[in-house]
Structure formats: structure tokens, C-alpha cells
């Protein structure tokens, strides 16, 4: 196991009679991706102050990267970069000064400031655009120059708020790429925030599932899928038109079938088994008459996951 840089012990913060976070117990490892996921409201900001020291808890305690969140904040600072889901610039100035005056003011020597900021703009593909005023950025260009602007400090640890929000597709695949990159190549520990369920589980190594202030389940994405759908070993989606009326009926008679649902859309089986019948399957549904147009087995994904716990707002437990 790799080096622990974030040691979550407990954590609690009360606002008045309102229990914000639940002795939260969490350890994240160096060079890990850690995704916080969870409704508005589920307490994942006030995690992410009290880890800066910006919040003080009302019990428990947070270390990063060796120092105690509460009493050694300004350490913390150092160790730690925040991208808070919309920065601000200063807008009349480019992307390059933006990134030199942040690296000026943390103390870097000029020349070395504006040739780290040169290479970091690049790492985050902002090279073109350095000259740019940052006010004329997009969404998507802000969030890779808030990353810059973080980097700049050479942090151990990213924290990085709803980092994909607003943000056009191919500028979301080409931010997870940097922060992939940041994690894997770079060693650096990245903690995210999102509801961008898909994108997270792209990138994510272990998420956390939060709510009403409490982590009901914490792993890697197919650990959750297992512990949470544990109940049949294989799942079949079959994409199909021109069935006959009475398919389903006899795909559940079939002998290790468990079950067999419609999907929404009413063109997908959803076939769940406790044996590998792929061959079976596909050729009894072939020889039904029906158009087969596609056959798999179902991955279950972080949706999946997110809507086991929180569909009917029923949120449960798992061991
Ligand atoms: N300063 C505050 N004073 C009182 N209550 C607060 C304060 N900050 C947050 N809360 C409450 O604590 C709970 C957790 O809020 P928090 O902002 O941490 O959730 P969140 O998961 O980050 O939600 P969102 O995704 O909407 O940002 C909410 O019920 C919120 O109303």
C-alpha cells in the first residue's frame, strides 16, 4: 500500500443543531484520484474546508501530507492546491501573467516564475492561448488555467471542486486527461468533487459515496458494483427489435436465467444469470425471430451505483 497523504479520523462539523459531516473516516493514498460524490447539500464542501483549514471541526481531525489541517493550516496551504468551481483572474491581464503574478507572490524568483508558468501553460494546453486576456477564456480554458494556477505551488495534493461543470465535452475529456496525467505521472494526489457521474468514474482510482454528511461506501467503482449487486454473477444486455410478444416469458424459463427486464427505451433485455449462457442466450433469441442487433455483458457503472443508493431517496448501507 502506497504512502497515506490524506488521514481522515471522524471528522464532524455541527452548524448549530445541523450535523454537516459525520465522523467521516477516510484515507486517501499518494498519487490516487479520490472522487467525492454526493447530492447538494451532502456536506462535501464543508469536508473539502475543514481539510484546508478553512473550517474548524467540531470533532475529529484531518492530516495532509503529515500536518494536522487545524493546527498547522498554513503548512497545509502549502502542500495543498484548491480549485474551487469558478476562480477568478484577473481578467485584464492574460493567462501567463495570471499564472507569473500567482507564482510571483509564492515567492518564485521572475525568470524562473515566467518559465515555470510557460510550461505549465503548455502541460495544460493553454500554450496557444497564453497571450490571451483570461477574461476572453472559456469555461473549459479557465478551469485548465485554475490548474495551472495551482501547479505553479508545486502542491502534493489537488482538491478540485465540480472541476467539470459547464464545461463543452471535448473540453471535459481533455481536462480528466491532465488531471490523469497530473495523478499517475506526476504522483500528484488528487481529491475531486462531482455529480458528473460518468466522467468521475473515468478517472477515479476510489470514490466516495456521501450523503446527509455520512460516507455510506467507499471503493474502487467495480468493488461497489459487487458489493451492491451481489445477488447474480452475470448481467446480459441484448438490443433487439422484432421480438415476439412472448420472449421474455420464455427467456425466464431458460435454465440458469434470474431474471429478464425491459430496459426504458423497451429495445434492451436486460438478462441477469448465475452462469455464463452468453452462446445460449444470443441464439435463443435469435431463433425467437427477433432482430439481434447487439449482445453484452453489462458493466455496471457508477449511475448504477449512485441510483441503487439514492433512488426513492432511500439511501442504505453496505458493509
Ligand atoms: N456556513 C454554514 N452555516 C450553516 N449551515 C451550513 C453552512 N455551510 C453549509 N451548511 C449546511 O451544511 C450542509 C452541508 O453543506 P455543504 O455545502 O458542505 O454540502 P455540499 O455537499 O458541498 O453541497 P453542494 O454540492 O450543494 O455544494 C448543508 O445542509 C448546508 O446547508
Do not use: W
Not at 494536522?68 to 468551481?85: A, F, M, N, W
Not at 501553460?121 to 496557444?128: A, H
Not at 425471430?289 to 432511500?314: C, M, N, P, Q, T
Amino acid at each position: 500500500m502506497t504512502e497515506a497523504i490524506i488521514e481522515i479520523t471522524d471528522l464532524t462539523k455541527y452548524y448549530s443543531q445541523k450535523c454537516a459531516v459525520d465522523h467521516l473516516n477516510v484515507t486517501i493514498h499518494r498519487g490516487e484520484v479520490f472522487g467525492l460524490l454526493g447530492p447538494n447539500g451532502a456536506g462535501k464542501s464543508t469536508t473539502i474546508l475543514m481539510l484546508l483549514g478553512l473550517s474548524e471541526p467540531s470533532e475529529g481531525q484531518a492530516i495532509v501530507c503529515g500536518y494536522h489541517s487545524t493546527r498547522q493550516p498554513i503548512e497545509v496551504k502549502r502542500k495543498v492546491g484548491y480549485l474551487p468551481d469558478n476562480i477568478g483572474f484577473y481578467e485584464e491581464r492574460t493567462g501567463l501573467e495570471n499564472i507569473v503574478y500567482t507564482a510571483l507572490i509564492n515567492g518564485v524568483p521572475k525568470q524562473e516564475a515566467t518559465e515555470r508558468a510557460e510550461r505549465l501553460l503548455k502541460q495544460v494546453g493553454l500554450e496557444q492561448a497564453k497571450d490571451k486576456k483570461a477574461g476572453h477564456y472559456s469555461r473549459g480554458m479557465r478551469q485548465r488555467l485554475g490548474l495551472a494556477d495551482v501547479l505553479i505551488k508545486d502542491p502534493e495534493v489537488i482538491i478540485l471542486d465540480e472541476p467539470t461543470l459547464g464545461i463543452d465535452p471535448q473540453g471535459v475529456q481533455e481536462l480528466l486527461r491532465i488531471i490523469r496525467y497530473l495523478s499517475k505521472e506526476k504522483g500528484i494526489t488528487v481529491l475531486l468533487s462531482s455529480h458528473q457521474l460518468h466522467q468521475v468514474q473515468q478517472i477515479c482510482d476510489r470514490v466516495g459515496l456521501f450523503v446527509e454528511g455520512r460516507l455510506l461506501a467507499e471503493g474502487d467503482v467495480q468493488t461497489l458494483a459487487r458489493k451492491l449487486f451481489p445477488d447474480y454473477k452475470l448481467t446480459y444486455y441484448a438490443n433487439v427489435s422484432n421480438q415476439p410478444s412472448d420472449l421474455i416469458e420464455k427467456l425466464q424459463k431458460v435454465d440458469g436465467v434470474f431474471s429478464v427486464e425491459e430496459g426504458e427505451s423497451g429495445q434492451q433485455l436486460i438478462i441477469k444469470t448465475e452462469v455464463d449462457l452468453s452462446a445460449r442466450l444470443a441464439g435463443f433469441i435469435v431463433q425467437s425471430g427477433a432482430s439481434l442487433h447487439e449482445f453484452g455483458l453489462k458493466e455496471y457503472g457508477l449511475d448504477d451505483i449512485y441510483h441503487h443508493y439514492f433512488e426513492g431517496g432511500v439511501s442504505r448501507e453496505v458493509s
